[in-house]
């Protein structure tokens, strides 16, 4: 039954957009998702979010919002990479408008998965730790003495946009050679294409990492390649930032063994200092839902987990 404790919690992904109501406890109520539109996603959003403000409470606390970035957190505004309809979009302004009174919070999604999988995932307890969403891009969020560290633009933590190859590929972020480039999964299905897997047109990550568990050379190849970048990212961040756990979600996490082997080898291999060996990389636990319990968190513990700059 609806309470006046819950949040309406808000997913916005490159490829999904999803709602949900969570309780104090972090369960999750009545959970909707739409694929995400090229063409107005706007309106998907404000459908989704209106039909669960015409079901649910007459009361709540208010909404917290985990999207994909770059986020302008003084201005409220999105520039999703793998969302171009978006550019400069006015999203904490919007959803205001559909609930007057309540306060609205927003942050990037890899901020929201981190603080999920803090509150309640596989970080709970963990006084330090990075979250990171390896899907349609690679994005994440920092913990830092058991509170989220946001940065000076509330950016930090998207480490899928550290550079880990000096001669790589451009990145649509603007960069070059950032992680994205290598271990998302439309840049996975990109690299085996063109190093020799035979597939058809609509074969997606899913699709790779099957081939890479049956043992096809090239999928095992492309995990391979991403695991490495993954790894340098990780390893390089547990040596600024002095953080020895990594919780690791998004819909290319699915791939399990085909991945995490890898990471983990290559983190080994990479790390040299004592402090960054004995880092510990794990798969999330929330699975879907981690993004929402994270935006929730962002108004049920503000305290904890602050977005104000």
């Known amino acids: ?11 916005v992904g490159g490829t999904k957009l999803s709602a949900a ?4 406890d972090g369960t999750v109520r009545e959970h909707r998702s739409v694929p995400t539109p090229r063409e107005q996603p706007w309106s998907a959003l404000a459908g989704l979010v209106s039909g669960l403000l015409a079901d649910g ?32 979009f006015p999203l904490r302004e919007q959803i205001a408008s559909l609930v007057p009174g309540h306060a609205v919070r927003l942050a990037g999604d890899g901020i929201g998965f981190a603080v999920g999988e803090h509150w309640l995932g596989a970080g709970r307890g963990r006084p330090d730790m990075l979250g990171v969403v390896v899907s349609t891009g690679v994005g994440g ?8 560290h946001i940065g000076r633009t ?10 880990v190859d000096l001669d790589g590929d451009a990145c649509p972020c603007g960069g070059i050679g950032c992680v994205e480039t290598v271990a ?5 299905v990109r690299w085996a294409r063109a190093n020799g897997w035979s597939v058809g047109p609509a074969a997606t990550a899913r699709d790779l990492a099957g081939a890479a568990a049956a043992g096809e050379p090239t ?48 983190a080994r291999r990479l790390g040299g200092l004592d402090f960054v060996t004995d880092l510990t990389i794990t798969p999330a636990i929330l699975k879907e839902h981690a ?12 305290d904890r987990y602050p977005t104000t700059l």
């Open 184 to 188: 998302s999964g439309p840049s996975l």
């Open 291 to 302: 993004g929402l319990v994270g935006a929730a968190a962002l108004i049920h513990h503000e």
């Open 219 to 266: 999928a095992l190849a492309a995990f391979d390649r991403a695991g490495r970048a993954l790894a340098a990212a990780f390893v390089s961040t547990a040596a600024v930032c002095d953080l020895d756990h990594i919780v690791i979600g998004g819909g290319v996490a699915g791939a399990g063994a085909v991945l995490f082997g890898p990471v983990r080898e290559w």
């Open 141 to 148: 969020g920092l913990i830092l003495g058991g509170r989220l």
């Open 21 to 24: 109501w969570v309780d104090a």
């Open 57 to 88: 409470p007459r009361t709540f606390l208010g909404v917290g919002i985990g999207t994909a970035g770059p986020v302008d957190h003084r201005a409220g505004t999105v520039s999703p990479v793998n969302i171009p309809a978006w550019r400069d």
């Open 154 to 163: 509330a950016n930090a933590g998207h480490v899928g946009h550290l550079v």
């Open 1 to 11: 039954m609806s309470t006046d404790a819950e949040v309406l919690a808000i997913d």
